[in-house]
């Protein structure tokens, strides 16, 4: 059985990278009908916070990505990493080291200078040192070593000659392993079959290969996957993705839109850009990511969201969109009037934020007219005829569009006023906008109520 796993490091939010890697290994999983675990790599003390852990998960949930064990933290494995160092030690393949940390530094300096790359120099390798206060544990990389290489899923053969690793740190003195360390155990002891990450951690494989090797059992099988960068090609900034995926919620994104736009970074199937999740877990393959880093593209993002909010029925965008039209005063009216009004503006917005603000007429009683559409589209020569439209407005039948442009239309003409005019000053009283969905819409949606008191507050005023 397949099992993949996401293992962040909660010292930070999830963003659109982090994010790109747990869709893969979810979409991977669900593909094969196999187990998505959820880990935290929580041994960064300083930098771990429970504040991270707790958005990471708010993030996933939110996204859907939902896993099948978990969350595990490394910091309640730590008894089991000290077994495995401690075994690998009496095996002979692993020693502790004392060497004093600024006399580390000091040799490692000396190398740079002499423009070697830094590497321990095997002081401690054959002391037999016991346990002890102060001391690490360190690798013995084996000296018959001739290559570490590895099948990448998506790269072929990868080689590392041995003089790439040196004989490196797995336990702390405090007792806390090193990543490369605590990650082999992890993905042993978690059964993981498929590693899928970022090619930043192609450099870490030849340690982590050298622990599976010195365990005796077989690695499971990496894909490391490009990163995601700026539209420029350079890194991710704060303007251009990296952010927290919670604010891409907070701006109006659906996370159909956040998932779709993800997994098509990156990965194709031919030139379909609309994928729903089901048809991800359907055509997903990992051979079919690009070997080129991903360009994060705003503008397409963007768009892309503007397409679910429209292809989506109007009850799963009324879920989402709540939180943005509850304080506005959702509260006061039917869910039917609601998705009637999302409906109508579907169409017409590119992100949930900004439904929401084109709804606040929709919502409130207290809306804002705008001073100059005011002055300029209610002018002086319209107000006997609007007072006159809306005495009429009880014969009206608002609710058949067709119908209300017939009568509105004859109503102009009887009265020689532009329908133009007469439309736009009705927009502006009702709306307090010069911009909105067709006016016989609006008309329909807000109700005859709503649409004569509005009117006669706007002929008071
Ligand atoms: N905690 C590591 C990270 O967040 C995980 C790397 C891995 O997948 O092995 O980058």
Redesign the pocket.
């Known amino acids: 059985m397949v099992i993949t796993?996401?293992?962040?490091?909660p010292t930070g939010y999830l963003h659109l990278g982090?994010a790109r890697?747990a869709l893969f290994n979810w979409l991977f999983a669900r593909k094969e009908k196999g187990k998505f675990i959820l880990r935290f790599?929580d041994t960064d003390l300083e930098r771990s916070k429970k504040e991270y852990v707790d958005a990471i998960i708010e993030a996933l949930k939110w996204l859907g990505l939902n896993w099948d064990e978990g969350p595990y933290f490394q910091t309640q494995r730590l008894e089991r990493y000290l077994e495995v160092a401690e075994r690998l030690v009496e095996e002979g393949k692993a020693y502790y080291c004392a060497c004093p940390k600024e006399l580390l530094d000091q040799k490692r300096e000396e190398r740079l200078k002499r423009g070697l790359k830094p590497r321990y120099d095997g002081t401690c390798r054959n002391l037999n040192l016991n346990k002890g206060k102060g001391r690490v544990v360190r690798i013995k990389v084996p000296e018959d070593l001739l290559e570490i290489s590895f099948e990448d899923l998506l790269r072929g053969r990868i080689t590392f000659t041995p003089d790439e690793v040196d004989d490196f740190i797995i336990l702390r003195a405090d007792g806390i392993p090193t990543?490369n360390f605590a990650?082999v155990i992890d993905?042993l002891d978690m059964k993981i079959t498929h590693?899928?990450?970022?090619d930043?951690?192609i450099s870490?494989t030849p340690k982590?290969l050298i622990i599976y090797q010195l365990l005796g059992v077989k690695p499971p099988q990496f894909a490391h996957i490009p990163m995601v960068l700026s539209p420029d090609g350079s890194r991710l900034s704060k303007r251009h993705g990296a952010r927290s995926i919670l604010e891409y919620r907070e701006e109006g994104y659906l996370p159909q839109a956040v998932i779709n736009y993800l997994a098509r970074l990156g990965w194709g199937y031919g030139d379909q850009e609309f994928f729903t999740v089901e048809e991800l877990i359907e055509k997903f393959d990992l051979r079919r990511i690009n070997l080129a880093p991903a360009c994060f593209d705003p503008n397409k993002f963007l768009a892309l969201n503007a397409q679910w909010i429209r292809f989506l029925p109007e009850e799963e965008i009324f879920k989402h969109l709540w939180p943005f039209i509850e304080p506005l005063g959702a509260r006061n009216h039917s869910e039917d009037y609601l998705l009637g009004v999302i409906k109508s503006l579907k169409p017409r917005v590119k992100t949930l934020k900004e439904m929401a603000e084109n709804m606040t007429y929709f919502l409130t009683e207290d809306y804002e007219i705008y001073q100059e559409a005011l002055v300029k589209h209610l002018t002086a020569e319209l107000r006997p005829h609007l007072e006159e439209l809306t005495k009429l407005l009880d014969n009206f039948p608002l609710e058949d569009e067709k119908e209300m442009e017939t009568k509105i239309r004859a109503f102009a003409e009887e009265r020689g006023v532009r329908l133009k005019d007469l439309a736009q000053a009705l927009r502006v009283a009702l709306t307090g906008k010069t911009v909105s969905p067709p006016l016989f819409e609006v008309m329909r949606l807000l109700g005859k109520d709503r649409v004569k008191a509005r009117l006669n507050r706007v002929l008071k005023y």
């Open positions: 796993r996401f293992p962040p490091s982090g890697t790599e990543y990650v993905d590693i899928i990450r970022g930043d951690h870490n982590q």
